[in-house]
DNA sequence: ATGGCAAGTGAAACTTGA
């Protein structure tokens, strides 16, 4: 089973080229990120065309997720747990069906800049509720995914030019301390696990020419519960992506589970 | 050293992202 993350910066901006990947790539299941668009907006139609089951938390103009599975999803949850009055469409979650089922989620981790305010509180107390609800989901000691866009850079290795990042809110310790209490929960970075190699970078900024610089970061990643983390085969970042037509500025990231 | 882009909203210029 293969499963990728994406944060494809606006699925409407940018459907063609979202498509044709799922064409080529043809995921069993696909997190998305940054979708931009309530839920009546998602185009749904085009996925399901392509044998796509559909699960949609979405928002007007900002944040937003969705996740798609060629087998049917069962216990959708929307929302992470913890905040009633959190209304940013930031997280979902399913059981993926099947012989083997994996739960799945999809999440879209604040960005949190600029530090000092009151965003980058709201991001530490997310990944605080993250934590929580990950604790949870580890005592069902069955496979677990969490995927999707973290934005914390996790080490020095995982950004091109990481003295550029010293002030930035997924640079900080407070960020990288709660990125690594999550894996101190027992959960596996599956691109450590089977490659590890620095570089493997999923985001390039749009601006100052950080594409063709390489000035990349490594911020999307799968979490792995130990059930799933056995299982894993592969890691496979779509770099290629970045450089194809009206690019998001994320590339996609597939990890292959046996069975 | 600095800034440089892209998308949504809504119809110019602001907000957000990372």
């Not at 049917?72 to 930031?90: C, N």
């Not at 107390?125 to 580890?138: F, I, S, V």
């Amino acid at each position: 089973m293969r499963i990728a993350t994406w944060n494809v910066n606006s699925v409407n901006a940018r459907l063609e080229t979202v498509l044709a990947w799922f064409e080529e790539a043809s995921p069993d299941v696909a997190c998305l990120q940054e979708i931009k668009c309530i839920d009546e907006k998602f185009p749904a139609e085009a996925f399901e065309r392509l044998g796509y089951n559909v699960a949609v938390h979405g928002q007007k103009t900002y944040n937003g997720v969705a996740m798609l599975s060629k087998t049917p999803l069962e216990d959708v949850r929307k929302g992470l747990p913890g905040d009633d009055g959190d209304e940013h469409a930031r997280y979902i979650e399913a059981v993926v069906s099947g012989p083997s089922p994996v739960r799945v989620c999809g999440i879209y981790l604040p960005n949190g800049n600029p530090i000092g305010t009151e965003k980058f509180t709201y991001k530490l107390g997310w990944m605080k509720r993250l934590n929580t609800h990950a604790r949870g989901l580890l005592a069902l000691e069955e496979p677990l995914v969490i995927c999707g866009d973290y934005n914390v850079i996790p080490e020095p290795e995982d950004a091109d030019k990481p003295e550029g990042w010293l002030g930035d809110a997924l640079f900080q310790p407070e960020s990288r301390g709660a990125f690594r209490a999550l894996k101190n929960l027992g959960l596996t970075d599956a691109y450590m696990q089977l490659d590890g190699t620095p570089g493997g970078y999923t985001f390039w900024d749009y601006q100052a020419g950080a594409w063709p610089r390489n000035h990349g970061i490594r911020i999307d990643h799968h979490l792995l519960s130990p059930q799933a983390a056995d299982r894993l085969r592969a890691v496979d970042i779509h770099r290629d992506v970045r450089g194809g037509e009206k690019p998001s500025d994320h590339v996609p990231v597939v990890i292959e589970l046996a069975l």
